[in-house]
């Protein structure tokens, strides 16, 4: 068994949904590779303690270039807000290491070439966290695709739906509301949530050839918690465009934070000739699927509760009809990361496919402030 000592750096949601999916994947996977929690870096020693213990992180660094230094880590792990995932990953690379990075990769395309440059100069494995591919419905999703079953794709439609910052008195900037804030986040909507739509449409689909799109945002200021005066909003609070994919197929996305009584409602569907599918990450076990092809008089769509041994990743879990849930992306992710070292094939979204998927937000971003067509 060979050891991948981790170093994750930021501890919050995803530090935590990271640290579970470490831990669980390799008590249900099999693999030469086994995570080792070496180190958590967080700025705050005293307010990261119980997060380490409490995970069983066997050390602290307060400095994320400290942490690069250390022998004992092999891999290190991106948690930290939008803005430093550049410096940190292009760092990590320079110092030989394996970056897990969480999207979006960069703030803009041009820092995603950056960083698709170091880590191939580097040659070092790299992952960006598009974990909904892993849902295992979405997984099938795919599987489904790839068989041909639809036929010619017509339409892709994705939304993703949320409404925490309907109040104006939410704030901007700081630990809680840095996604509000452009210079941490890089963009609002777009980078934050339709950045998941595109990765799966991306995969599923196929490339997006170009973008007509219009952003809005409603609250035009907020409180800067850092500073607490009044400065302008200048993220995108909600984002709809169309597309055109590759294969001839047009797509509607639409994202907001201000669709009041959803929380994170991510749903797809896809029609195509024969067959259509749709999935919602509310019921996330299921996948819902018409096939045209049935005798007309039971024909209609069937709901598939995903949790057969013969499914994407449910043979590692319970018995068939038990479901599992939205950390077990992570764990999935995890577990094909750990698969791509013991094979040395490399682990998908890698850097370079997330830079796709950041090319398509900064057109859709070019589109809506230009009101025009842009080519991705
Ligand atoms: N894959 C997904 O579904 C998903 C979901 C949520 C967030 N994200 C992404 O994950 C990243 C983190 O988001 P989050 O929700 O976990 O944010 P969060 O605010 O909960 O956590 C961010 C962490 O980064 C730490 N941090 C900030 N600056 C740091 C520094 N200089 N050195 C060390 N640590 C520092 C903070 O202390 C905090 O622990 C973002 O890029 C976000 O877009 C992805």
Redesign the pocket.
């Given at each position: 068994m060979k050891e991948l000592r981790i170093g994750m750096?930021?501890?919050?949601?995803?530090?935590?949904?990271h640290s579970n999916a470490y831990v669980q994947a390799p008590n249900f996977f099999q693999s030469e590779h086994k995570p080792v929690l070496k180190a958590l870096?967080?700025?705050?020693l005293e307010?990261a303690k119980p997060f380490a213990e409490n995970w069983g992180y066997e050390s602290i660094e307060t400095?994320?270039r400290a942490l690069l230094k250390r022998d004992d880590i092999d891999a290190v792990d991106?948690?930290?807000?939008?803005n430093?995932?550049k410096e940190i990953a292009i760092e990590a690379a320079k110092a030989g290491k394996m970056i897990l990075c969480?999207?979006?990769l960069a703030m803009n395309t041009a820092e995603g070439e950056e960083m698709v440059a170091a880590v191939e100069k580097a040659g070092v494995p790299n992952m960006v966290?598009?974990?909904?591919r892993r849902v295992p419905a979405v997984s099938l999703a795919k599987q489904i695709l790839d068989s041909g079953k639809l036929g010619r794709i017509f339409h892709y439609r994705a939304n993703f739906l949320q409404d925490w910052t309907i109040n104006a008195d939410v704030p901007q900037g700081g630990?809680?509301t840095?996604?509000l804030d452009v210079d941490a986040?890089g963009s609002g909507v777009t980078?934050?949530l339709l950045a998941?739509c595109i990765d799966t449409a991306l995969w599923l689909n196929g490339s997006i050839t170009d973008v007509t799109a219009m952003t809005e945002t409603f609250v035009k200021e907020r409180m800067h918690a850092e500073t607490g005066k009044k400065t302008p909003v200048e993220i995108d609070d909600a984002c709809s465009f169309l597309c055109h994919f590759k294969n001839g197929s047009l797509g509607l996305f639409e994202s907001t934070r201000y669709a009041r009584g959803h929380k994170a409602l991510y749903t797809f569907e896809i029609n195509g000739e024969n067959a259509s599918i749709r999935w919602d990450l509310h019921d996330l076990h299921r996948l819902e699927y018409f096939d045209h092809a049935d005798e007309s008089i039971v024909r209609g769509w069937r709901s598939i509760h995903v949790s057969d041994g013969d499914q994407p990743y449910m043979g590692n879990w319970w018995v068939p009809g038990l479901q599992i849930g939205y950390e077990h992306s992570?764990t999935h992710q995890v577990a094909d990361f750990l698969k791509s070292l013991d094979t040395g094939e490399p682990a998908h979204p890698s850097f370079r496919d997330a830079l796709e998927t950041q090319r398509v937000c900064d057109a859709v971003l070019t589109s809506a402030k230009k009101r025009s067509w842009e080519n991705v």
């Open positions: 750096i930021g501890y919050g949601f995803m530090g935590k949904t870096c967080a700025r705050n307010k400095d994320w991106i948690c930290t807000p939008n430093l995932h969480e999207k979006p966290w598009y974990n909904y630990a809680a840095w996604r986040a980078g934050d998941h992570f």
